[in-house]
Nanobody, 126 residues
């Protein structure tokens, strides 16, 4: 059974940085498309960054230029480097995976992903 476990969340002041990690166990993530989603209180869960495992990444407009998604195949881990954080970035962040390559246009669509982590909380204060 595949498990995704996020870590790295916490509290940070506006302008600060955090790096989230998502460790995958139970299978090899080499050919999977993977993504980070976030859900703020009272709002829908939305995709913020994704990696198709080959050569494509995609970012939502609010985080483009500030967040970077990457993976370490040797560690079976997905990362999200978050810089210049602001209060709008406060949310529960989830790691998601699907066992196939997702086309660029669909990389941030929740319905494309079959496996999810439990989430890690990020709180940004002004």
């Amino acid at each position: 059974r595949v498990q995704l476990v996020e870590s790295g969340g916490g509290s940070v002041q506006a302008g600060g940085s955090l790096t989230l990690s998502c460790v995958v166990s139970g299978d090899n993530m080499d050919t999977w498309s993977m993504a980070w989603f976030r859900e703020a209180p009272g709002k829908k869960r939305v995709g913020v960054a994704a990696d198709d495992s080959v050569d494509e990444t995609r970012y939502s407009d609010p985080v483009n230029g500030r967040f970077t998604v990457s993976r370490d195949a040797a560690k079976n881990t997905l990362y999200l480097q978050m810089n210049s954080l602001n209060t709008d970035d406060s949310a529960m962040y989830y790691c998601a995976a699907t066992h196939r390559r997702v086309g660029w246009w669909y990389l941030l669509e929740e319905g494309q992903y079959s496996d999810w982590g439990q989430g890690t909380q990020v709180t940004v204060s002004s």
